[in-house]
């Protein structure tokens, strides 16, 4: 696949924000000002790199996410995203359409969804994988840009990615979304370090399901951080504790 910077801007706090295209998968990247390469490829260091991947059928400019990986660059890090298929603008599926309305109308309906949510979920795993793979082969031969590699945001394709990438070095997850089954098996495989973060009184998402997903993960280091409150309600002082995880495991 043809790689391609597409824009770049500099930020008020020096980040370089480069928007790109690999083949139809469309992504951005931030560099922090200390390793920010141009365009002309001129860098002075190397930062380790931090995938961020936002919940399933989301947007890649999705403020919360462009918050984070802002702020992670900051900390040091290059911060990568992109729009994997099904995912924001990119076309879906007659298919994935129809089982997205099947799963609105039983949510609404107040009946089982866990059916309907593999249905949702699991394929879109399936193909995101792939292009987030591909990405991270095209992200690393950038100059300033080099491992190890750190994986935030959706757990059920962070653990798919963490268990068929060795590149993968450490992860954080949030415990919030539909984990489909192959996943809730694949977390026996994963031996990385992992911080979890979980939303007590998350809505739509059992909190017994997200503890005994942790509880599954087969890593020696691993951390659960709760918190009081709904689904985006996850406090600021986490994404600052999310730094220091990867500082601890990534520098």
């Not at 924000?17 to 992504?27: A, K, M, N, S, Y």
């Not at 365009?39 to 918050?67: D, I, Y």
């Not at 992109?82 to 309906?109: H, K, T, V, Y």
Request: hydrophobic letters at 40%; charged letters at 20%.
């Amino acid at each position: 696949m043809h790689f391609t910077f597409t824009s770049e801007q500099r930020l008020d706090d020096g980040v370089l924000e480069r928007e790109f295209t690999l083949g139809e998968i469309p992504g951005t990247l931030w560099t922090p000002a200390s390793t920010s390469a141009s365009t002309s490829g001129s860098t002075s260091a190397q930062a380790p790199l931090v995938l961020m991947a936002h919940n399933n059928g989301l947007p890649k400019a999705q403020p919360r996410l462009v918050a984070r990986a802002r702020h992670t660059t900051a900390c040091g890090y290059a911060v990568a995203t992109i729009d994997a298929a099904g995912c924001g603008d990119r076309p879906r599926s007659a298919a994935d359409e129809q089982a997205r309305a099947d799963l609105r109308r039983a949510m609404r309906a107040g009946e089982p969804v866990d059916e309907i949510f593999e249905s949702v979920v699991g394929p879109m795993v399936e193909k995101a994988v792939p292009e987030w793979r591909t990405t991270l082969d095209a992200l690393l031969a950038l100059p300033g840009i080099g491992g190890p590699v750190g994986y935030s945001g959706w757990t059920a394709l962070g653990i798919r990615l963490a268990a068929v990438d060795p590149r993968i070095a450490a992860a954080g997850f949030f415990a919030g979304g539909y984990v489909p089954r192959a996943q809730r098996e694949e977390a026996r495989q994963i031996t990385i370090p992992l911080l979890l973060l979980l939303q007590w009184d998350d809505e739509g998402n059992p909190r017994q399901r997200a503890l005994d997903l942790f509880d599954a993960f087969g890593s020696e280091q691993k951390t659960l951080h709760a918190n009081l409150g709904g689904h985006t309600g996850t406090p600021w002082f986490e994404v600052e504790d999310g730094g220091r995880f990867y500082d601890r495991h990534l520098k």
